[in-house]
């Protein structure tokens, strides 16, 4: 287990040296952006057909 937890390390090492981690973290949050903005969506189209059927 200790053995996984150090190649972990030293590829977040190898990413921080390169310059990369910025990339992976710059990836990371546009998905992220872009699920909450989904999930957003989907509330608000949800919330008008609710809307719509107590109507």
Do not use: C, H, P, T
């Amino acid at each position: 287990m200790s053995l996984l937890n150090l190649q972990d390390v030293e590829m977040a090492d190898a990413f921080r040296a390169d310059g990369k981690i910025y990339v992976v973290v710059a990836v990371i949050s546009v998905v992220v952006l872009g699920l909450i903005a989904y999930l957003f969506s989907m509330d608000k189209k949800v919330s008008k057909l609710e809307k719509e059927i107590k109507k």
